[in-house]
């Protein structure tokens, strides 16, 4: 049983931050990349920021770049986007996927639930 779990979302200001989190379980963890996507209302869902499976390499949206941080444990089988400097725009269901890397959906095999995020004053 694979799963993904997401948490750590929730109502924040402008300005403010949050860490998520993405617990995983049921497959060889430190095998798989491991991106964060979300998904704003009537938009597309977006990659936001991937991790190599040993954490060594990782990307960033240009929309996030310099105010999230992307990390792992892959003891724990867990990873984490630290998301600073928060944004109205940054508003969105966060979720994290494991899959082969990059920016396509289609290369991510396991989703997460999601998590809510909304920034607001």
């Known amino acids: 049983d694979v799963q993904l779990q997401a948490s750590g979302g929730g109502l924040v200001q402008p300005g403010g931050s949050l860490k998520l989190s993405c617990a995983a379980s049921?497959?060889?963890?430190?095998?798989?990349?491991i991106a964060w996507f979300r998904q704003a209302p009537g938009k597309e869902r977006e990659a936001i920021s991937c991790?190599?499976?040993?954490?060594?390499?990782?990307y960033y949206a240009d929309s996030v770049k310099g105010r999230f941080t992307i990390s792992r444990d892959n003891a724990k089988n867990t990873v984490y986007l630290q998301m600073n400097s928060l944004k109205p725009d940054d508003t969105a269901v966060y979720y994290c996927?494991?899959?082969?890397?990059?920016?396509?959906?289609?290369?991510?095999?396991?989703w997460g639930q999601g998590t809510q995020v909304t920034v607001s004053s």
């Open positions: 996927a494991a899959g082969s890397g990059g920016t396509q959906l289609r290369l991510y095999d396991f």
């Open positions: 049921g497959f060889t963890f430190d095998d798989y990349a």
């Open positions: 991790i190599s499976s040993s954490g060594e390499s990782t």
